[in-house]
């Protein structure tokens, strides 16, 4: 395809390299945010995340044989049953969820490349997904508020006013500011909350003066790391949730065509950008980092600029690997005091709560049908309410009973209770 003149560069073209730096600079900033926020909301290592994310971008702009301008980051879908697995199997079990993860992409990969994509929006019409999604946000809201008030065990007044005073400058930057600022507000908001978290006088440094600047990341992988054994729990957990965030990888692919003036879902086909998400899934997996997913951020960078470059979403990635070896930055990540957290988390899961209602809203999705009214309804308070299945030493989160629930509801109920005919 020639260059469109309603762009500055197409997705194959390159900057030049003082253009390249800055632009990638840019994507890296307006994914950092999110990205090494998963982390740190769970316990696990910022710095492995920012490198697969790197390195899963990479793969995933490989496999996609470099049609596709889209970054790869932690994905805030899989904090529930990843918080559950921190404290019973630590990272191993993290780790083997995240791969079953990426497999879950690589089958249906497979899958659709022998029988299409259609029964997919059978088994995921809106009435699941929007439920589905409502709960990942509001599930965690009682992790928001702790970190938010709690010190230790004890209420303290500082923390929710740190925390606020994150939530309303966040606000704030996210309707106020203009140009560059405005794709960065998640990150502008964490900067001022710590800042105040340093007025009051509750952040430690200690451990970013004891740093190195340059330090390999606490890799955790199998059999060097730990010794791993199946914890199948772990697995059922997480995997079913792979099929939620399919939808939003869709829904990526969507904006994408309509911004590139491209059918990515032609070329290079829904098989390869499902199998490149559930690559970069899989890298992640192996060397500690969460489930990672297509990021709306970078995508809005994409429409704002102009720029398509797959080059420049490449080189954010480099840089990404980059930060991950600088052993200062991920210590000062680390030392980042719960209440920034709290006050950032506010907004974050609610955005995520309200994504799901906007799915719903969008759809038009009809409550006035029992159906519709009863898939609802079971999937927010079991989810919400997190009536976890515990079959012998293997759990099953709230949000992976509601998922399952919702989508085998939504296969069996009648389009119309009899009442209803």
């Not at 969460?290 to 490449?314: D, F, M, Q, R, W």
């Not at 799901?356 to 989810?383: E, T």
């Amino acid at each position: 395809m020639s260059h469109r003149d309603d762009v500055i560069l197409d997705i194959h073209e390159r900057p030049s390299f003082g253009q390249w730096i800055g632009l990638s600079i840019q994507h890296m900033f307006s994914m950092f945010g999110s990205t090494v926020l998963v982390p740190i909301l769970v316990g696990l290592n910022p710095g492995i995340a920012l490198f697969s994310s790197g390195v899963g971008t990479l793969m995933y702009i490989l496999i996609t044989r470099g049609k596709i301008p889209a970054y790869m980051g932690s994905s805030f879908s899989f904090i529930v049953p990843m918080l559950a697995l921190m404290k019973t199997t630590g990272y191993p079990g993290i780790a083997q969820g995240t791969v079953a993860v990426g497999m879950v992409y690589l089958i249906v990969a497979l899958i659709i490349s022998f029988f299409g994509s259609d029964w997919i929006d059978k088994v995921l019409p809106p009435i699941v997904v929007g439920p589905i999604v409502m709960v990942i946000g509001l599930s965690l809201a009682a992790t928001a508020a702790k970190d938010a008030t709690m010190n230790g065990n004890n209420y303290d007044l500082r923390f929710f006013a740190v925390a606020m005073i994150t939530l309303l400058v966040t606000i704030g930057f996210n309707m106020f500011l203009k140009g560059f600022l405005s794709l960065i507000p998640i990150l502008l908001g964490i900067i001022a909350g710590y800042i105040a978290a340093l007025l009051f006088g509750i952040v430690d440094l200690s451990g970013v003066q004891s740093a190195a600047w340059f330090s390999l990341p606490s890799f955790q992988i199998p059999f060097i790391s730990y010794h791993p054994h199946m914890y199948w729990g772990a697995i059922l957990s997480m995997a079913p949730i792979a099929f939620v965030t399919m939808t939003e990888h869709m829904g990526h692919i969507m904006v994408l065509n309509k911004l590139t003036d491209r059918n990515f879902f032609k070329d290079p086909g829904l098989t390869h950008t499902l199998a490149g998400d559930g690559t970069a899934s899989i890298i992640a997996g192996f060397v500690g980092g969460p489930p990672v997913t297509s990021y709306g951020e970078n995508i809005g960078v994409l429409a704002i600029t102009k720029v398509h470059s797959v080059y420049v979403l490449g080189g954010a990635a480099l840089f990404a690997i980059i930060f991950s070896f600088v052993g200062k930055l991920s210590a000062l990540i680390e030392s980042i005091p719960s209440p920034v957290i709290g006050g950032i988390s506010f907004l974050l899961f609610g955005v995520i709560a309200s994504s799901g209602l906007r799915v719903i809203v969008d759809k038009q999705v009809d409550f006035n049908k029992k159906r519709n009214l009863m898939i609802a309804s079971s999937i927010l308070v079991i989810g919400i309410g997190n009536a976890y299945l515990q079959l012998g030493q293997y759990t099953f989160s709230g949000l992976a009973v509601a998922s399952v629930l919702g989508i085998v509801l939504n296969l069996v109920l009648p389009d119309k209770a009899f009442s209803e005919r």
